[in-house]
DNA sequence: GAATCTATTACGCGTATGGGGTATTTTTTA
DNA sequence: TAAAAAATACCCCATACGCGTAATAGATTC
C-alpha cells in the first residue's frame, strides 16, 4: 500500500486526485494540503510514501515547500505535478529534491503508473523533460584548449602548482608558465579560480 | 518516415532489429553496422534520423562512436541500447552525446516507441536511469560552510581578490583571510583553484 | 553559571602567482 | 611549401596568497 499526500491549492484537483488514488487498489490517499504552510505543519505526524506537489501556490511555493520538507523528511518522495513545463521550474524542482516531474495533462492511468514508479526507485517524467535534463549536464560548446592545456588546466583545478605540474610533464616551470599564460588568455581568465570555474561551468575538464 | 540505422556487433540482434523498425510503418531501417569504424565510414553518407548504438563493440567503443559522429552529424540522434547499465556508462553515453538510453530488454513495442520520442525530440529512458541522472546533478551533502562562508567562497570563485572581497562585505582584508582559512580546512583544501574545484563539485555555490 | 565552540576580527612573513615581455623548435593547417 | 599554431624556454617585478599565531564576541552546551 502506498501512501500518498497531496499539495494542491485547487479544491476541484486536489478532490478528484484524492479519489482517483484513493479508489485504486495499493493506494490511499488520506492526506491533503492546499498550501505548503500546512503540510509543513501535519506531514512529519503522518510520513507519506509520496507526495505529489503543484509549484503554483499560495504563499510558500512547492519549490521552497520540498527544500524545506526534504530537509526532515529525506525519505519521501516528491513528485511535482504542475503546468510549468519552463526549464527553470523542472531545474529547480530537481534541485530542491523533486524525484518526478509531470505536468497535469498527465492522463490518470500514467499518474498512478509514476507514483509507483517513484516508489520503486525511479524518476517519472515526460522523455520531452528528460530530453531537457540530459541537456542541461551536456557540454555544448568544444573546447579552444589543445591537449596539453587541457592536461594543464586539470592540474591548476588540483592545487597544484607549476613546479609540482612541471615535474610531473617533464617540462621546465617556465613551460608551465606560458601555457597557463595561453589558458588565461583563451578562457578569458586573470586567475586560477576563475580558470577553475570555467573549466567546471563550461565541462572542459 | 523516419530513417533508423544500427551499430551492434551481434548478427542476430543486429537483424531481428532491423527487421523489426524496417517492418513497421513508419519506419525504415536500411543500414546495419557491426562495429563504429564503419559506420563513421558510411553514415556521413546516409544520414539516418536516428541510429541506435550498442556501447559494448569490437573495436571502437558505442560511446567514442557517438562522440565522433556528434561532431560532424550533430543532428542525427542516438539511442543506447546496451546492457549496461552501471552509472558510468549512462553518464559517458550522454556526455558523448547520446539522447536515450534503453537496455536490451526493452520490447520492440517500447523500442519503436522510443525511436519516435526521439525523433520528436524526447529522451526515452527507464525510469530507473532518469533517476541516475537527476541524482547526479543535486547536491546531496549539505555544505559545512556558515553563510558568510559560503557569501565568501562564491566570491572566491569569481576570481575576487581579498580585498575586492573585504570591501564588498564591509570587513578588513585580514578577516576575509581568517575566514578563507576556516574554508579550507572546512573542505580540507589548501588553495584557491581547490576550494573552487570542490565548490563546484559538492555543489556548494 | 561555567565551559566550549564558532564566528569574527587582526597582524607579519616568505613565496607562489600573474602581468609584462622575448625567442626557438616542432607540429599542424592552409 | 608557406603560414599559423602549439610547445618549449627564459627574464623581471609587484603583489596576492597561504600559513602561523592570537584576541574578542556570541551562541551553544553541559
Redesign the interface.
Known sequence: MINVAIVEDDREIRQTLALIIDGTPGFSCKNTFEDCESAIETLPEIVPDVVLMDINLPGMTGIEGIRILKERLSHIDFIMLTIQEDDESIFDS??A?A??YLTKDTPPADLLN?IR??Y?????????I??K??T????DK?SPLTERETEILQR????ENYKVIADAIFVSGHTVRAHIKNIYEKLH?????????KA??DKLI
Open positions: 530537481l534541485l529534491g524525484t518526478g509514476a514508479e517513484v520503486k526507485g525511479g524518476s517519472p517524467m515526460s522523455t520531452q528528460a530530453r535534463v540530459v542541461s549536464f551536456k557540454s568544444k591548476l583545478c588540483n592545487g581568465v586573470h586567475s586560477r579560480a576563475e580558470a577553475v570555474k567546471f561551468k
